[in-house]
């Protein structure tokens, strides 16, 4: 069998990191796949770029014109969802060159940034398999849509956000993907949580197909738990502190990840001796500094996986705020690393934190609930060597990267065997 997996970055990026664990994991089992990418930073010679065209001068314009328009959408229209638009206007994708490669199934993954656009999907003749790391597929240009419902109801003109105006982007979009995949059959849907099936079920583009939950992979024999005091004396920092981690991509910027939900919490955890906690914070420059009401400690963007397990380990809880969120890679590397993890119980989180038993869920967007959490994992030594050994376990038992690559390689048997 030989797979393509299809992404448009192979290591930089949430979804790009997470596509490139199921193409490593389908190899480790014995499955042939190769990926192939847009922009590739790995030195993997099974990572392919798309060639011709699509590497050059429109290569490069296709991102900056659809990274303009997002600017635009936001700044010049005030449209009301500030998180991530793609308009997949161009395309980058290589039709010629997948048919020279002869896959037996397609796995699709992150496709904007000026990789694919909609139509690029009907030109694959052979089986698809697209894993969802987000809203995008069943949306407008929207990546995560907060509150709004048009991706169930459909893209009208009189159920815009409030305030909205002028050209709708979004439902032109729509109305592209709608037209472009009305007649495709090959297709199979994976999503990572439970949450986004629920969403892609509900959806008018992709109520009517096959969609499969499994979750994304961690190779468990690389994020595990190393010693609390080796990992701090690697990263300099104090051996006698409790410290709380925050971490993601734009952890500070992006208003989806909640930095504001976790600085209001911060300020109402009670500890007796709030000078024994302190803050890891990866994933931002330190613009926030001095918002914190603990001594910081800024890691920057952090994308070497050696690094990532020493700061999981060097932490004692690892705290996600996020407001809509599909299987966080930071829960779970944290977990692998035996970490326990107090989030929201919403999106694809509970999937991962079992409430009290590994980690600590708390009410959506109460930093109140959220607080009593932090203290809740923080403040019994016995309480939290339970939390962390249940949290490796869970990821042993569900998130292991050969179990989940066997799910894959059982669904794209599945496929071609009724594809006969």
Same mark, same amino acid.
């Given at each position: ?7 448009? $970055? ?12 199921? *193409? ?15 922009? /590739? ?8 770029? %798309? ?26 229209? $005030? ?29 699709? *993954?992150?496709? %904007? ?28 240009? !929207?990546?995560?849509?907060? /509150? %709004? ?18 050209? =709708? ?5 729509? $109305? ?77 910027? &992006? ?14 955890? &009670? ?25 910081? *400690? ?25 407001? !809509? ?11 692998? %690393? ?12 509970? =999937?991962?934190? &079992? *409430? ?12 109140? &609930? ?48 009724? /594809?006969?």
């Amino acid at each position: 069998m030989k797979v393509l997996n299809v992404c448009t $970055n192979d290591i930089k990026g949430g979804a790009a990191r997470a596509a490139y664990r199921i *193409h490593s994991g389908l190899k480790k089992i014995g499955v042939g796949s190769i990926m192939f990418v847009k922009n /590739k930073a790995s030195f993997d010679s099974s990572v392919i770029t %798309c060639s011709g065209y699509g590497r050059g001068l429109l290569g490069k314009i296709s991102f900056y014109v659809d990274a303009i328009a997002y600017f635009y959408l936001m700044r010049i229209k $005030n449209i009301k969802n500030p998180v991530l638009h793609s308009i997949a206007l161009f395309s980058n994708f290589n039709k010629k060159q997948v048919e020279r490669i002869n896959p037996d199934i397609v796995n699709l *993954h992150w496709i %904007c940034a000026g990789f694919m656009k909609p139509r690029d999907l009907i030109k694959i003749k052979k089986p698809i398999v697209w894993t969802l790391h987000d809203m995008w597929a069943f949306c407008g240009a !929207e990546h995560y849509v907060g /509150k %709004c419902e048009r991706y169930i109801n459909g893209y009208l003109p009189n159920n815009r956000a409030e305030g909205e105006s002028s050209f =709708d982007f979004n439902r032109w979009i729509w $109305n592209k993907k709608k037209r472009a995949w009305k007649d495709l059959d090959n297709i199979s849907i994976i999503t990572p949580s439970n949450w986004l099936a629920e969403c892609a079920r509900k959806s008018i583009l992709f109520r009517n197909y096959r969609i499969n939950v499994i979750p994304n992979g961690i190779d468990i024999e690389i994020f595990k738990p190393i010693n609390k005091k080796t990992a701090r004396e690697k990263l300099g920092l104090p051996l006698d502190k409790k410290f709380i981690l925050f971490g993601a991509m734009s952890a500070t910027s &992006d208003p989806r990840k909640g930095f504001e939900y976790l600085e209001k919490a911060l300020k109402l955890i &009670d500890f007796k001796k709030k000078d024994d906690v302190e803050i890891i914070v990866f994933g931002s420059n330190g613009s926030t500094e001095g918002m914190l009401p603990f001594p910081t *400690h800024y890691l920057g963007n952090v994308n070497d996986d050696d690094l990532l397990v020493i700061i999981y380990s060097a932490a004692d809880v690892m705290v996600i705020p996020s407001l !809509e969120d599909n299987l966080p890679n930071t829960i779970m590397e944290s977990i692998s %690393c035996g970490t326990p993890c107090v989030g929201f119980n919403l999106g694809g989180i509970p =999937d991962m934190i &079992d *409430h009290k038993l590994n980690g600590y869920l708390a009410k959506p967007l109460d930093s109140n &609930d959220l607080a009593r959490g932090i203290e809740w994992v923080l403040e019994d030594k016995l309480r939290w060597e339970n939390l962390s050994k249940n949290a490796r376990k869970k990821v042993e038992e569900n998130f292991s990267i050969k179990i989940v690559a066997k799910k894959y390689e059982d669904l794209y048997k599945n496929i071609l065997e009724n /594809k006969k």
